[in-house]
C-alpha cells in the first residue's frame, strides 16, 4: 500500500471515529506510524464485526492459539480461540449491539508489539425482552504482529471507577 492511500484511509478512518482530528503529519508516516494506523484499522474492522455479530470474523482477529486470552469486566476468563469464538456467538445470539462508542483510545506500537486501550460504550438490546442497557467498560488489547497481520494476543477489560459497568437505558 502505497504512503497516500495510507493517508486517505488513516485521514477518513479518524474521522469517522473522532478518535483524533485529521493530521497531516501522516503524509510522511514510517513504519512505527503505519504500524499504528494497522492497529487503528483492526479496531474499526473489530467494532463492524462486533456491531454486525460476526463471532466468526471477530474470532478471526485474535491469535490461533489455546493460550490467547480474554479477561471480560466482570473477571471472567475465557482462555483459547475456541472458547473466544464461542463467548463471541453466545453474546450475539443474546443481545445486540446497536453501537460502540471508544473514547479516551490510545495506541502504542514497539516492534512487532501494538497496544489499543480505551473506553467502550455499548449500546445493547437484549433479544429476549427487548429491553436496552448500556456497558461501560475500559479495555486493553495486546497485539503481535504475525505473518497475516496483527492479531490480538490478550484482552483484559474491567470497570470504569465511579461508573457503573451495566445500566439499563431508555
Not at 47 to 59: E, H
Not at 148 to 168: C, D, F, M, N, Y
Amino acid at each position: 500500500m502505497r504512503v497516500t492511500e495510507i493517508v486517505i484511509r488513516l485521514t477518513c478512518l479518524i474521522s469517522v471515529l473522532s478518535f483524533y482530528p485529521p493530521n497531516p503529519c501522516w503524509a510522511q508516516a514510517d513504519d512505527e506510524d503505519r504500524g499504528e494506523f494497522e492497529l487503528a484499522q483492526q479496531l474499526v474492522d473489530w467494532k463492524t464485526a462486533f456491531v454486525k455479530g460476526d463471532a466468526n470474523k471477530i474470532a478471526a482477529m485474535y491469535a490461533a492459539d489455546d493460550d490467547t486470552l480474554v479477561i471480560l469486566s466482570n473477571g471472567k476468563r475465557i482462555s483459547g480461540i475456541n472458547n473466544i469464538r464461542q463467548m463471541y456467538r453466545a453474546a450475539f445470539a443474546e443481545a445486540t449491539f446497536e453501537s460502540i462508542d471508544v473514547e479516551e483510545l490510545q495506541i502504542k506500537r514497539a516492534g512487532k508489539m501494538g497496544c489499543v486501550t480505551g473506553r467502550f460504550k455499548f449500546n445493547t438490546v437484549l433479544k429476549s425482552d427487548g429491553s436496552r442497557w448500556v456497558l461501560e467498560i475500559q479495555s486493553t488489547m495486546v497485539f503481535a504482529k504475525e505473518l497475516h497481520g496483527w492479531k490480538i494476543q490478550l484482552e483484559h477489560s474491567s470497570t470504569i471507577h465511579g461508573i457503573p459497568r451495566l445500566v439499563a437505558s431508555d
